[in-house]
């Protein structure tokens, strides 16, 4: 399992969704992983901006289904301490 949440500093995540995210999220599919945000699927995002930031979470697809929104918010939450 890979993290980049967001942090105090970068509230909305720092991995830009066009230039990083997708690409990374695609070969993390491509593998047999699984990309996204906590709630979304990365490839499944729709770009609201030239380059939006995002946090981003990839793992083995079978591995903790479903618990990534729980999981970024706990660790963003104990980064802005």
């Known amino acids: 399992m890979y993290l980049y949440p967001a ?6 995540g720092k991995l ?14 491509q593998a047999g992983g699984m990309a996204t945000d906590g709630a979304s ?3 499944d995002l729709k770009p609201t901006g030239v380059a939006p930031a995002l946090p981003f979470v ?5 591995h903790g289904g ?3 929104a729980g999981l970024i918010s706990s660790f963003s939450a104990r980064m802005r301490l």
């Not at 830009?16 to 599919?29: F, G, T, W």
């Not at 990839?58 to 079978?62: A, L």
């Open 7 to 12: 942090t105090a500093k970068s509230p909305k």
């Open 16 to 29: 830009r969704l066009l230039y990083e995210a997708n690409p990374l999220a695609m070969i993390v599919e």
């Open 41 to 43: 699927r990365i490839l």
């Open 58 to 62: 990839h793992r083995q697809h079978e």
């Open 66 to 68: 479903g618990r990534d």
